[in-house]
C-alpha cells in the first residue's frame, strides 16, 4: 500500500489472520507481510490461498482449515506460533449469508454462528495465552455496520456480528491483566470482488453513495490500514473500543 503509515512494532511480529485468502483478509495479509510481519493465514479456499502465497513470493504461511473445526483452528495457532512467535490475531473470517427469518433453519443459524462468532472466540481462546507468554498482544475482531443497522434478511449475520462486539469488551476485561488488548473494526460496505458479483450492483452501489458523508469507494486496504494501527504499539492503551470505517454511513 503505497504512502501507508510503517510501523516498526510489527517488524518480525508473528500474526495469524483468519479468512486471509480473499477480500478483506487478502489485503490484511498483504499489508502485514509489507510491515515485514511474519504472516500465518488460514482460509479454506485452497486455491485463492495458494495463489496469495505464490503472489508474495512465498513470505506468509498458509494453513488450509475449515475455520469452524474448532481443533483444526487452534492447532494452526499454536502451528503458527511454534514458527512465528504470535503477536497478533485478526478474526476475519465471514459468511454474509441472507437469509429471511422465516427461511432459517436450526442448521442454518448455528452455521452462521460458526463461522461468524465461534470461530472468532475460540481464535482468541487459544490465542490469548500464547501473547500472554509473550507480554502481551492485540487481537482484532472484524465486526460490521450492520450490527449497528440491523439490515433485513439478515438476522443471523447482523447477531454474530453484534455477537462480535459484545466479546470484544468482555475479553478486553478477561484478557486486560495479560496486557492482550482486544479491539473491533465495524466496516461498511467494502468493495470486494465477492460483493460486486453478488450484492454491489450499480444501483445499490449508487444509493450507497447517497447515504455516505465521503462519496468513494470504501476498499479491503482501507480496513487493513486501520488494523495496522491497532496492532501496533502505537494502539497500547487502547483496547475494548469498536472502531468505525464506513465513509461516514453511520
Given at each position: 500500500?503505497?504512502?501507508?503509515?510503517?510501523?516498526?512494532?510489527?517488524?518480525?511480529?508473528g500474526v495469524?489472520?483468519?479468512?486471509?485468502?480473499?477480500?478483506?483478509?487478502?489485503?490484511?495479509?498483504?499489508?502485514?507481510?509489507?510491515?515485514?510481519?511474519?504472516?500465518?493465514?488460514?482460509?479454506?479456499?485452497?486455491?485463492?490461498?495458494?495463489?496469495?502465497?505464490?503472489?508474495?513470493?512465498?513470505?506468509?504461511?498458509?494453513a488450509h482449515?475449515?475455520?469452524?473445526?474448532?481443533?483444526?483452528?487452534?492447532?494452526?495457532?499454536?502451528?503458527?506460533?511454534?514458527?512465528?512467535?504470535?503477536?497478533?490475531?485478526?478474526?476475519?473470517?465471514?459468511?454474509?449469508?441472507?437469509?429471511?427469518?422465516?427461511?432459517?433453519?436450526?442448521?442454518?443459524?448455528?452455521?452462521?454462528?460458526?463461522?461468524?462468532?465461534?470461530?472468532?472466540?475460540f481464535a482468541?481462546?487459544?490465542?490469548?495465552?500464547?501473547?500472554?507468554?509473550?507480554?502481551?498482544?492485540?487481537?482484532?475482531?472484524?465486526?460490521?455496520?450492520?450490527?449497528?443497522?440491523?439490515?433485513?434478511?439478515?438476522?443471523?449475520?447482523?447477531?454474530?456480528?453484534?455477537?462480535?462486539?459484545?466479546?470484544?469488551?468482555?475479553?478486553?476485561?478477561?484478557?486486560?491483566?495479560?496486557?492482550?488488548?482486544?479491539?473491533?473494526?465495524?466496516?461498511?460496505?467494502?468493495?470486494?470482488?465477492?460483493?460486486?458479483?453478488?450484492?454491489?450492483?450499480?444501483?445499490?452501489?449508487?444509493?450507497?453513495?447517497?447515504?455516505?458523508?465521503?462519496?468513494?469507494?470504501?476498499?479491503?486496504?482501507?480496513?487493513?490500514?486501520?488494523?495496522?494501527?491497532?496492532?501496533?504499539?502505537?494502539?497500547?492503551?487502547?483496547?475494548?473500543?469498536?472502531?468505525?470505517?464506513?465513509?461516514?454511513?453511520?
Amino acid at each position: 500500500m503505497q504512502n501507508s503509515a510503517r510501523y516498526p512494532s510489527l517488524h518480525g511480529q508473528g500474526v495469524f489472520i483468519t479468512g486471509g485468502a480473499t477480500g478483506i483478509g487478502a489485503a490484511l495479509v498483504r499489508a502485514f507481510n509489507e510491515q515485514g510481519a511474519r504472516v500465518t493465514f488460514a482460509d479454506l479456499n485452497l486455491e485463492a490461498g495458494s495463489a496469495l502465497v505464490e503472489e508474495l513470493g512465498g513470505a506468509p504461511r498458509f494453513a488450509h482449515i475449515d475455520l469452524t473445526d474448532t481443533s483444526a483452528l487452534q492447532q494452526a495457532i499454536s502451528d503458527a506460533d511454534s514458527a512465528s512467535t504470535l503477536a497478533v490475531l485478526i478474526n476475519n473470517a465471514a459468511n454474509d449469508m441472507r437469509h429471511r427469518p422465516d427461511e432459517t433453519s436450526p442448521q442454518a443459524w448455528r452455521e452462521c454462528m460458526a463461522i461468524n462468532l465461534d470461530a472468532a472466540f475460540f481464535a482468541a481462546q487459544a490465542c490469548a495465552p500464547i501473547l500472554a507468554r509473550r507480554g502481551g498482544g492485540s487481537i482484532i475482531n472484524l465486526s460490521s455496520i450492520n450490527a449497528l443497522l440491523g439490515p433485513s434478511n439478515m438476522p443471523g449475520y447482523v447477531s454474530a456480528k453484534a455477537g462480535l462486539i459484545g466479546m470484544t469488551k468482555a475479553l478486553a476485561k478477561d484478557y486486560g491483566d495479560l496486557f492482550v488488548r482486544v479491539n473491533a473494526i465495524l466496516p461498511g460496505w467494502v468493495v470486494t470482488e465477492r460483493q460486486l458479483q453478488t450484492w454491489l450492483t450499480p444501483e445499490e452501489e449508487s444509493r450507497w453513495m447517497e447515504q455516505v458523508a465521503l462519496p468513494k469507494r470504501l476498499m479491503p486496504e482501507d480496513v487493513a490500514r486501520l488494523a495496522l494501527f491497532l496492532a501496533a504499539s502505537d494502539a497500547d492503551m487502547i483496547t475494548g473500543q469498536s472502531f468505525t470505517i464506513d465513509g461516514g454511513r453511520t
